[in-house]
């Protein structure tokens, strides 16, 4: 049973930066593309950021570039999102998700993605 349980949220002032986790467990880790979304009060859940199987490839959405960096460490089942420069609209619940088809490429719908985690808070204070 795949299990993912982020960490790292919290609240901060605008300008500030935090580190999101995603720890995976139940399967082979290193084998599976992950992504990051965000789901903000009253707003659909939306893509952040991407990873391929890897590593070796990342994807963000536009309004995070820059500013957000994508990382894994396979051999701690983690994912990371280090987050930097966060503006109030980054608020939001964070969650990350991982496919279920293997050696997969940066996915960047919901659809993609498998399973979940239960979110994060992050707030970002002006």
């Known amino acids: 049973q795949v299990q993912l349980v982020e960490s790292g949220g919290g609240l901060v002032q605008a300008g500030g930066s935090l580190k999101l986790s995603c720890a995976a467990s139940g399967r082979p880790f290193s084998r599976y593309a992950m992504g990051w979304f965000r789901q903000a009060p009253g707003k659909e859940r939306e893509f952040v950021a991407g990873?391929?199987?890897?590593?070796?490839?990342?994807y963000y959405t536009d309004s995070v570039k820059g500013r957000f960096t994508m990382s894994r460490d396979n051999a701690k089942n983690t994912a990371y999102l280090q987050m930097n420069s966060l503006k109030p609209e980054d608020t939001a619940v964070y969650y990350c998700a991982t496919e279920g088809r293997r050696w997969g490429a940066v996915r960047t719908t919901q659809e993609e993605y498998d399973y979940w985690g239960q979110g994060t808070q992050v707030t970002v204070s002006s």
């Open positions: 990873i391929n199987w890897s590593g070796g490839s990342t």
